[in-house]
């Protein structure tokens, strides 16, 4: 069996698919070409990447905007909101380079960049995951707990900025595999950005130990989180007695479903392809793996477009920023007076509104449920 596809896995080996796409022998003389999966490729996951990356922004760009101008993180939830968002924001800015790797075929790019890329690839996702774990734990000590939480919430909030650092460095630490193991070389005689290992067994034994992280900290662990906190909120959304819990509770089921939908399909591939690695498999069932493997990939990735809709703009005040927002927008824009106001005091009464309802409203309010 020729060496070289074990001895070269690619950043996508581990998080998507691209060394799936090389040609490479059976045995001892059938050659699998997999020239229809890169066809495919070269079409579909450029456009996809391209609009994941349009609306993307878009939305977590309004998000850091609310609250760089709009919305003051008063709540841990609102500082792993702004945080998410940034990460997402960062993981969507590689996305390009990828796209141009997939259309075109190659690694277009120096070295460095393939690096920085993969690398922040890489810790933006496990941030984003990480983080949606601790919105999860921060709603279910705010609902759930809510008699006993005032001095834990008021003592994390004073902590805040360690704590999304804490989980920075640990996205860090669990990533930083990329940053050694990912360079641009030749293969096949294309350039590719992919990490290379010196053997067979360094490289099973490290994509398999990269395989389990994805899988525990971008999925299991969110997920059991997710499912823990957000059933013991739903119960207690049920037995108290508020208008809005029903509305809560709708929201909390589609976080959840969407969630699933977005990443379990990805995750089940991985699962299969960890079981596999160091396994003989046939064409037909590599060829499988590489289109189920793309497809459930572009799915995981749309969960940062939604994020900023199901985590912040689906709460009532957080429309009203964003209202705000398209308001100034459109008067900066036309630099005119809008209703009888000018820009400037347009802009001083909203900062005056936000910061008198911010002195009503409550802490322990979610900015995804009210």
């Known amino acids: 069996m020729n060496e070289e596809p074990m001895n070269s896995s690619s950043f996508y080996d581990d998080f998507t698919e ?13 050659l699998c070409v997999m020239e229809e999966v890169r066809k495919f490729t070269t079409l579909f996951v450029p456009v996809a990447y391209s609009l994941i990356c349009v609306f993307g922004l878009l939305g977590n760009i309004l998000v850091v905007i609310t609250f760089a101008f709009y919305k003051k993180a008063k709540s841990m939830t609102d500082v792993y909101l702004l945080n998410m968002a940034i990460a997402d924001i960062l993981f969507i800015l590689t996305l390009p380079f990828w796209a141009v790797n997939h259309a075109t075929g190659s690694w277009k790019f120096s070295n460095i960049m393939c690096k920085l890329t993969t690398g922040i690839y890489a810790i933006n996702f496990n941030c984003g995951m990480l983080l949606l774990t601790c919105i999860s734990l921060d709603r279910y000590i705010a609902i759930v707990q809510a008699t006993k939480s005032f001095r834990l919430r008021t003592w994390t909030l004073a902590y805040s900025k360690m704590i999304c650092l804490m989980v920075w460095l640990f996205s860090i630490i669990i990533s930083i595999s990329t940053f050694v193991f990912n360079q641009k070389y030749t293969i096949q005689g294309r350039d590719v950005c992919e990490a290379k290992y010196h053997t067979t067994s360094e490289a099973v034994k490290w994509k398999i130990l990269i395989l389990v992280l994805q899988l525990l900290f971008g999925f299991f662990i969110p997920l059991l989180f997710m499912i823990f906190c957000y059933m013991f909120i739903v119960k207690t959304l049920v037995q108290a007695h508020n208008s809005k819990r029903h509305k809560a509770i709708r929201v909390i089921i589609v976080v959840v479903l969407v969630f699933l939908v977005c990443q379990v399909p990805h995750n089940m ?3 299969v392809v960890a079981s596999n690695i160091g396994r003989l498999r046939s064409c037909s069932d590599e060829k499988l793996i590489s289109y189920t493997r793309s497809v459930t990939e572009v799915l995981a990735f749309l969960h940062c477009c939604l994020n900023p809709v199901l985590y912040a703009f689906i709460g009532q005040k957080f ?3 964003f209202l705000k927002i398209m308001k100034d927008l459109w008067c900066m824009g036309k630099k005119h007076k809008l209703t009888g106001f000018s ?28």
């Open 18 to 30: 691209v060394t799936s796409s090389t040609d490479y022998f059976i045995g001892d003389a059938v």
């Open 319 to 321: 429309r009203n920023y």
């Open 269 to 271: 591939v991985l699962l």
């Open 343 to 370: 820009c400037s005091k347009m802009h001083s009464e909203t900062y005056i509104s936000r910061q008198t309802s911010e002195t009503y409203e409550n802490e322990n309010a979610s900015s995804f449920t009210m």
